[in-house]
């Protein structure tokens, strides 16, 4: 997660230097906020899986505990990578707008 925020970082700063629209920092305002909550929760679900792991030897329902973490994970994680990809996609059409008004 953090490798992909520092390349994304690195190309944003690349397209800053061709971009100069408010349109292009709003989207890319949804989609950062979106992305890093999706971290939040990744971090999140590590936490409580650790917390978990270390509890094991006195918690009777150890199993089901870990099997309603990742439930609970898995069903976020697809509501939020769903909300990332539509934004993803709403500043990918906006570039591309702009490469095509470049090339008029």
Not at 25 to 31: F, G, I, S
Not at 59 to 75: A, G, T
């Amino acid at each position: 997660m953090y490798e992909a925020k520092h390349s994304y970082n690195l190309k944003e700063g690349e397209i800053e230097l061709f971009i100069d629209e408010r349109e292009f920092y709003k989207q890319r305002r949804e989609l950062t906020t979106r992305t890093l909550k999706y971290q939040h929760q990744f971090e999140q679900a590590n936490d409580n899986l650790i917390s978990l792991d270390l509890s094991k030897e006195s918690n009777p329902n150890y199993n089901d505990d870990i099997v309603n973490l990742l439930d609970e994970y898995r069903k976020s994680t697809i509501s939020n990578l769903k909300g990332i990809f539509e934004e993803r996609n709403k500043v990918i059409q906006l570039l591309s707008s702009y490469i095509k008004k470049l090339m008029e």
